[in-house]
């Protein structure tokens, strides 16, 4: 089946800093990817997704990056504040018959002031 | 604008009770999704369904069951709790099964 894994639990960094949190996938056959951010007692939110026929995809201080070639990508975060304090998650889309999505274990990103 | 609503947000049971958990959406999705969410494990899906009257396994679903009667409702039922079901789960809904809108959870602990 498929897996996604994470590099770090947990990222600290200073506020004004770029930010980074990488996600590796197994399945070369994923054609969309997705990023997900949780704070505390909260639900997921959406940030930002890609499709397989896109290397990069740029939001609002976000910028999401696609290696097909090492079934890798990444979240960048531009100026990171205070408030981006949460656990990020990456899924990735399973096609087999219906669509499933499946998560990381994500990274904690810690911002100090 | 409501989106997706669990309900409740806390509850407490023991082992070899029942319970019911309930999933809205307002915004007409056919997609709707179970997870469960426990520390270091990220988020495993439960059951889900892709329309009204289908329901489908996901990657953890023994212990679980599900229906979806109405397209806007998606419950999930423990019908004897066991303490490893003890977690944070989240209800989500989507148009077509790519982006997922997720709820604000409910806390369950199984004594």
């Known amino acids: 089946g498929e897996s996604v894994g994470l590099h770090l639990p947990t990222l600290s960094v200073q506020e004004g800093d770029n930010s980074i949190i990488n996600c590796a996938y197994s399945n070369s056959a994923s054609d969309y990817f997705i990023w997900y951010k949780q704070e505390s007692g909260k639900g997921p939110q959406f940030i930002i997704d890609i499709r397989s026929n896109m290397d990069k995809r740029q939001g609002q201080r976000v910028t999401v990056l696609l290696n097909k070639t090492v079934k890798h990508l990444s979240l960048q975060i531009a100026a990171t504040q205070p408030g981006d304090s949460a656990v990020y998650f990456c899924a990735v889309l399973i096609r087999r018959g219906y669509s499933t999505l499946t998560f990381g274990k994500g990274t904690m990103l810690l911002v100090s002031p | 604008n409501a989106g997706v609503t669990q309900t409740p947000k806390f509850r407490v049971l023991k082992t070899g009770q029942s319970m019911t958990l309930l999933c809205a959406q307002d915004?007409?999705?056919?997609?709707m999704y179970w997870y469960r969410q426990d520390p270091g494990m990220g988020l495993r899906l439960i059951h889900y369904s892709v329309g009204e009257g289908t329901t489908a396994k996901g990657e953890v679903p023994d212990g679980y069951n599900v229906s979806r009667l109405k397209k806007q409702n998606f419950l999930l039922g423990l019908e004897s709790a066991a303490p490893s079901q003890t977690s944070v789960y989240f209800c989500?809904?989507?148009?077509?099964?790519?982006?997922?809108?997720f709820g604000s959870g409910t806390q369950l602990s199984v004594l």
């Open positions: 989500a809904s989507s148009p077509g099964g790519e982006k997922l809108f």
């Open positions: 915004m007409n999705h056919e997609y």
